[in-house]
């Protein structure tokens, strides 16, 4: 099941997240599949690495640390 994803890193540009976030209003989805869905991409972000050069990977790396 370990299949190559398009996606390299977690984050996206603000138009790509806007394109996903327009094609999935007004989908209504029931309580079972809205859980498989979260599942399956619990599953899917275990495998796609953060960007090494974000402001946010800096900061959160640091409290971890601690």
């Known amino acids: 099941m370990n299949q190559p994803y398009k996606r390299q890193y977690r984050q996206l540009d603000d138009e790509t997240r806007q394109k996903i976030s327009a094609s999935s209003r007004n989908k209504p989805k029931s ?11 619990e599953r899917y972000w275990q495998t796609v690495p953060n960007k090494e050069d974000t ?10 640390e601690s």
């Open 31 to 41: 309580a079972e599949h809205k859980e498989h869905i979260r599942q399956g991409m």
């Open 55 to 64: 402001q946010y990977n800096d900061d959160n790396s640091q409290e971890h």
